[in-house]
């Protein structure tokens, strides 16, 4: 593929905040999603309409979403695991919903208390209500190429749920490496599996930096054909159900690497390097991103 537009879908409120010790405030969330949105970033994921016992960091996101304006042209997607968070997504204005299941039993069971088949069954009321607004929709594959409780997983698992995704409506796949596992050659494997089947336009690459692979992971996804890439600002966050998991790959370092390349994205570096100290010192932690810490010290 040659096309060298590259989309990035913000995680940084969403992913990078449910896995930050810190719970911050709506209006401190609100500040963070619009200093993104100056940064030219269209695709900004917003909260997560899920159990406030679960996961307590994305709690009021119903109020998050009721300050943002989403007629301004960008994009705030968030996560409905039922009907019950997508009933109240849309009744604060979301237009983006995603879904979100797992390659792995086990994992789904850890995450959203059920199998993956139930998950499905759970999703299809979900996605036939988003269509029926004419909503954007999007499923998450967690555990892509490795799980915390069972270790590799095969593509083929992967390719079963994902093309399970996009009959209940799905217009996009992420693929989720929650805990950062993937390696190049494992990347290569699964995308070859993947887009043997489904179309490269509607994958996304969703990874997770723990073992310092995203990078390489996103240069062999790129050659693949993919062209959306999730990242957070200052590689926030993790996930609370997969202990050890460090944050998604830093949007900075994957803008630094697509500048490189001369692959477009709309989005300023410097930017995102000041909105990510800005976040941090509200954290009370220092940036992930390498890029981020770079750049700041110039
Ligand atoms: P459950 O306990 O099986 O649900 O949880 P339930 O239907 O039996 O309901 C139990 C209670 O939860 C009830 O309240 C419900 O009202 C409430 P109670 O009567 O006990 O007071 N409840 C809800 N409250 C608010 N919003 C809702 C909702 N649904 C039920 N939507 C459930 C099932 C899915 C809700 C739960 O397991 C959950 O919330 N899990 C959180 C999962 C999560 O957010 N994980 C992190 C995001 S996924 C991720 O990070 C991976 C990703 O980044 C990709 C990757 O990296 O791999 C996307
Ligand atoms: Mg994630």
Redesign the pocket.
């Known amino acids: 593929r040659t096309d060298d537009r590259v989309t990035l879908v913000e ?1 940084g409120p ?2 990078g905040l ?1 896995n930050e010790a810190a719970a911050l405030t709506p209006a401190v969330r609100v500040e963070l999603i619009r200093r993104l949105a100056s940064t030219g970033l269209t695709h900004i994921e917003a909260g ?8 307590p960091q ?1 709690a009021a996101s119903d109020t998050v979403l009721s300050s943002l304006d989403h007629d301004a042209g960008i994009r705030y997607p968030v ?4 009907m ?2 997508f009933e ?1 997504a849309r009744a604060v204005g979301a237009r983006d919903v ?1 879904v ?1 299941a ?1 390659a792995s039993e086990s994992f789904s069971r850890k ?4 199998s993956i088949a139930e998950s499905l069954e759970r999703f299809r009321p979900v996605c036939e209500a988003a269509r029926a607004e004419g909503m954007r929709l999007r499923g ?5 190429m490795g799980c915390p409780y069972e270790g590799p997983i095969q593509p083929q698992a992967v390719l079963t749920v994902s093309r399970a995704l996009m009959e209940l409506g799905c217009e996009e796949i ?1 693929l ?3 805990i950062g596992t993937g390696t190049p050659a494992a990347t290569r494997q699964l995308l070859a599996v993947l887009a043997d089947e489904l179309p490269v336009e509607q994958l996304a690459a ?1 990874f ?1 930096d723990t073992y310092g692979q995203a990078l390489a992971n996103l240069l062999v996804a790129l050659e693949a054909g993919v062209r959306v890439i999730d990242a957070s600002v200052a590689g926030l966050g993790g ?4 202990k050890g998991a460090s944050g ?1 790959v830093g949007t900075e370092d994957v803008l630094y690497m697509l500048n490189g390349m001369g692959l477009e994205t709309g989005v300023d570096l410097d930017g995102v390097v000041d909105v990510g100290a800005w976040i941090c010192e509200h954290l009370g932690r220092p940036p992930a991103s390498k890029a981020a810490r770079a750049l700041a010290a110039r």
């Open positions: 995680m969403r992913d449910q997560a309409f899920v159990s406030p016992k679960w996961v994305m996560l409905v695991p039922n019950k968070g109240t995603s979100f797992a995450n959203i208390n059920c998450y594959v967690s555990c892509v992420s989720g490496d929650t969703h997770h996930c609370p159900y997969a998604n």
